[in-house]
């Protein structure tokens, strides 16, 4: 989908207020005001939550399921517009002069790194510059060996192993490779965060993540184990179990490596109508440069362990720094050497 354009600025700010699902449908047109009253009902008398007013919508034949994701997508837009022109977020995670050397090389090399609460945040770059690194210290699980990483007032480096523990229950985390246990079926790989951190009766971790699968397509597949799956599968089945927690911050490294652009496509819609409903700050690292610019307010571009430019991804989307240039367009001729 191609970027869009706004004549009217301060309407797209006006357009970029966040607003429950259903409220947003009728804003923008979607559905009418009787229609969502309408969806309300048939869902509490099925003890629905408010959270799946867009499914509901679908089943009502109000609106098709493209239609619903469009209109998710130019929501993002205006809000991306109204971003790039306020810039007005909250840091939640901040980097301060973090430096790393793994197997004697150095890999993040004084890295200051600011991510905006409640925003989409893409981290970019070449391969090797250091993105999974810095995915893994945001939550602890990697530490500086100078410097250190905040998230809201909390210095990881200085907190005891319960409080640092309290922290990382705020995030979720879809590692590169997926990480599914081999052992357990869809099912019990969604489940297990919430058998583990939660006191939730079984049925009710049942129901959440039969709710997620249905988020993720992945309904029936429950009794599936990983090596029954798809590439694409085991990729959605990793991100159910990344969002099955309901975490404040979500990371995600790669969620959409290795997929088909209709798959790729699918998951950003996820992410998007994930972020909508939930307003969780989301960090992705990505390689679908371009197509990524559209999918997030904020873009970081690592380049050998620094930060080589960050801000809202309209104004990186259009920079003139030849490495972010030759980046974006794949260039072999360019500041980046190509061995
Ligand atoms: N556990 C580790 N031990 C030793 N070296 C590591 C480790 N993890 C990463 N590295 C090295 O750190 C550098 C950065 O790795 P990282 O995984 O962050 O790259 P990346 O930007 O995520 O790349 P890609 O886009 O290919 O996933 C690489 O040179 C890698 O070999
Ligand atoms: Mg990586």
Not at 129 to 138: I, N, R, Y
Not at 301 to 313: I, N, T
């Amino acid at each position: 989908m191609s970027q869009t354009s706004f004549q009217d600025i301060s309407q797209a700010k006006q357009d970029a207020i966040p607003l429950p699902l259903g409220e947003r449908l009728v804003r923008n047109g979607c559905v009418s005001p009787a229609q969502l009253e309408q969806a309300l009902e048939a869902q509490s008398k099925e003890g629905h939550k408010e959270t799946l007013i867009g499914k509901t919508l679908i089943e009502l034949g109000y609106i098709t399921h493209p239609a619903l994701l469009n209109c998710l997508f130019h929501q993002l837009t205006r809000e991306r517009v109204a971003y790039h022109l306020d810039r007005q977020a909250q840091t939640i995670i901040r980097f301060e002069n973090v430096e790393k050397s793994l197997d004697g090389r150095k890999v993040l090399d004084n890295l200051n790194l600011e991510i905006p609460a409640n925003k989409i945040t893409a981290i970019i770059g070449i391969s090797g510059g250091g993105k999974s690194v810095t995915l893994k210290h945001m939550v602890g699980l990697m530490k500086p060996d100078k410097g250190e990483v905040w998230v809201g007032d909390q210095p990881l480096g200085r907190l005891s192993t319960r409080k640092l523990n309290h922290v990382r229950r705020r995030f979720s985390m879809l590692f590169q490779e997926g990480a599914l246990f081999d052992s357990l079926n869809v099912t019990d790989n969604v489940a297990f965060p919430l058998r583990e951190t939660t006191r939730l009766h079984e049925e009710e971790i049942l129901r959440r993540v039969e709710l997620c699968l249905q988020e993720v397509n992945l309904v029936g597949m429950g009794n599936k184990y990983p090596d029954e799956l798809s590439g694409g599968m085991r990729k959605r089945a990793a991100l159910a179990r990344a969002l099955v927690t309901q975490p404040e911050i979500i990371l995600l490294d790669e969620p959409t490596a290795g997929l088909d652009p209709i798959i790729e496509n699918s998951i950003h819609y996820l992410i998007c109508d994930t972020f909508m409903r939930t307003r969780y700050t989301t960090v992705f690292i990505s390689h679908a440069v371009p197509a990524i610019f559209d999918w997030c307010h904020h873009v970081v571009v690592l380049h050998r362990g620094r930060v080589l430019a960050s801000g809202p991804s309209l104004e990186i989307r259009n920079s003139s720094d030849p490495t972010i240039k030759q980046f974006i367009s794949g260039d072999l001729d360019g500041p980046i050497q190509v061995i």
